[in-house]
């Protein structure tokens, strides 16, 4: 079946460094599509989102890209920080309602 | 102030019991799911409800049974819990009627099945 997953499971940096998260989606009928943040021990938390009438959109330290021709989405964090490590996940829908369909998580390192 | 919370947090059982989890959303969303969690992480859609009514039914075994008594509340009742259904149960809700679909998620409970 179509699923969405990202590139890499993992991924270090240094504190300070921008930080780039992958994900390649197969399902050209999505309309929406989502980062999560998800901490040990606690729920998926929105971060940022996008539209696919979109290619870019920005947040607080935080943008999201979108090339819907190669169906490929990132998620950029600018100026990693130790409390942005986590783990990352894309998610896309068909809309308002619909259930979300993830991707497999990038578990970010971030030392200092 | 917590918009979606979970109760158990944790719920560790035998094989064979009967449990329940619960969800409640207060930020006046219409549409709620449950998502299974496993041990490698992958989120997967189980069930969702707009309004009390039953829309997404993923394959899940039917010992699983969710229950919405109305639109703030989505229950998930588990039969003869099994060793497999080990995993962190999430809940989540959105808005069906708005126009951005975002879905925001409770804490989670983690079921441990021995």
């Known amino acids: 079946g179509e699923s969405v997953g990202l590139h890499l499971p993992t991924l270090s940096v240094q504190e300070g460094d921008n930080s780039i998260i992958n994900c390649a989606y197969s399902?050209?009928?999505?309309?929406?599509f989502i980062w999560y943040k998800q901490e040990s021990g606690k729920g998926p938390q929105f971060i940022i989102d996008?539209?696919?009438?979109?290619d870019k959109r920005q947040g607080q330290r935080v943008t999201v890209l979108l090339n819907k021709t190669v169906k490929h989405l990132s998620l950029q964090i600018a100026a990693t920080q130790p409390g942005d490590s986590a783990v990352y996940f894309c998610a896309e829908n068909m809309g308002s309602g619909t259930a979300l369909i993830f991707g497999k998580g990038t578990t970010l390192s971030v030392s200092s | 102030d917590t918009a979606v919370s979970q109760t158990p947090k944790y719920l560790v059982t035998q094989m064979g019991n009967d449990k329940s989890i619960k969800c409640e959303q207060n930020?006046?969303?219409?549409?709620m799911y449950w998502y299974k969690q496993d041990s490698k992480k992958f989120l997967k859609i189980m069930f969702s409800y707009n309004n009390k009514e039953l829309i997404i039914n993923e394959t899940v075994p039917n010992r699983f049974s969710p229950k919405s008594p109305d639109k703030a509340h989505l229950n998930l009742h588990i039969n003869s819990l099994e060793l497999g259904d080990s995993a962190v149960y999430f809940c989540?809700?959105?808005?069906?009627?708005?126009?951005?679909?975002?879905?925001?998620f409770g804490p989670g409970t983690r079921l441990l099945v021995l």
């Open positions: 989540a809700s959105s808005l069906k009627s708005g126009r951005v679909a975002t879905q925001y």
């Open positions: 930020l006046g969303h219409d549409t």
């Open positions: 996008i539209r696919s009438n979109m």
């Open positions: 399902n050209s009928a999505s309309d929406y």
